[in-house]
C-alpha cells in the first residue's frame, strides 16, 4: 500500500523541475553544441594568415603572467588545436621569430601548449606538446644564455636543471606520456613550460644584458 501526503507531492514536483531543467540543458548542447576553447580564443587561432601575432612585455603582460590551463578532452581533439599547433610551429620557425621555442601565452592563449625544438632527436624536429607538466627536475644546475621572443632586445644568464622529466598528453588517445629530456633541449622546456606559469626568464636570470 502507497500513502501519498504532502511531502511526497512536494518531492514529486522538485524531482520534476529537476529533470526538466537537466532535459533543457542536453537539448541546448545538442542544438547549440559545447565549442572547443573560448571565442577570443578561436578568434586568435582562426585568423588568416599563418604566423601569429607574438605577445610582448610590457603590453600583453596580462596574458604572459597569467596561469594557463589543460585543454579539455573535447579541445585535445578539435581541429582548432591542429591549426592552433601548426600556426605555432611556422610562427617559431618564422624568419621574423627565428626561435627555439613557443608557448601559447607567447600567442595570446593561456592552455597548456608548446613547441619545442628537440635538439636531441635526429634532424632536430619542431615538436608540439599538449598539457605539458614538469614531473621532476634533476641533474645539478648550469648557466646558460637565454632570450625570449616576448622579450625582444635582451639576452640573459639562466640557471637550469640539466635533466627534466616532462609529462603530457598524447591528443591522439589522450593517453598520457613522460619524457626525460636532457642539455639544451630540457632547457627549452623549463623556458617554455615556464611560460604556461607566468613565469619570464628574466625573473630567473642572474644578469641581462641587450642585445646591441
Ligand atoms: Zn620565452
Same mark, same amino acid.
Given at each position: 500500500? +502507497? ?16 529533470? &526538466? ?12 553544441? @559545447? ?25 600583453? &603582460?596580462? =596574458? ?7 585543454? *579539455? ?18 610562427? =617559431?620557425?618564422?624568419? &621574423? ?9 607567447? @600567442? ?20 608540439? +606538446? ?12 648550469? *648557466? ?9 632586445? +635582451? +639576452?640573459? &644568464? ?5 635533466? =627534466? ?6 591528443? *591522439? ?33 642572474? *644578469? ?5
Amino acid at each position: 500500500m +502507497y500513502f501519498c501526503d504532502m511531502t511526497d507531492k512536494k518531492n514529486l514536483w522538485i524531482s520534476m523541475a529537476a529533470c &526538466s531543467v537537466a532535459a533543457l540543458g542536453i537539448l541546448a548542447v545538442l542544438l547549440f553544441g @559545447v565549442k572547443p576553447f573560448t571565442a577570443a580564443e578561436r578568434r586568435i587561432i582562426n585568423q588568416s594568415g599563418n604566423v601569429m601575432y607574438v605577445t610582448v612585455m610590457p603590453q600583453d &603582460s596580462a =596574458v604572459l603572467r597569467a596561469v594557463s590551463v589543460d585543454l *579539455s578532452a573535447r579541445e585535445l581533439r578539435s581541429e582548432e588545436l591542429k591549426t592552433l599547433a601548426d600556426k605555432m610551429l611556422t610562427t =617559431v620557425q618564422d624568419p &621574423s621569430q627565428d626561435g627555439v621555442g613557443i608557448a601559447a601565452p607567447q @600567442v595570446g592563449i593561456n592552455k597548456r601548449v608548446i613547441c619545442v625544438q628537440r635538439f636531441d632527436k635526429p634532424g632536430e624536429p619542431f615538436e608540439a +606538446y599538449y598539457n605539458i607538466h614538469i614531473d621532476t627536475l634533476m641533474g645539478p644546475l648550469k *648557466s646558460g644564455r637565454e632570450g625570449c621572443l616576448s622579450i625582444p632586445g +635582451y +639576452y640573459g &644568464s639562466v640557471q637550469r636543471n640539466e635533466t =627534466v622529466v616532462v609529462r603530457y598528453v598524447d591528443p *591522439s588517445t589522450l593517453t598520457p606520456v613522460t619524457d626525460t629530456v636532457q642539455g639544451f633541449t630540457a632547457v627549452i622546456f623549463q623556458h617554455e613550460i615556464d611560460h604556461l606559469e607566468g613565469i619570464l626568464y628574466t625573473d630567473r636570470a642572474d *644578469s641581462l644584458w641587450q642585445t646591441n
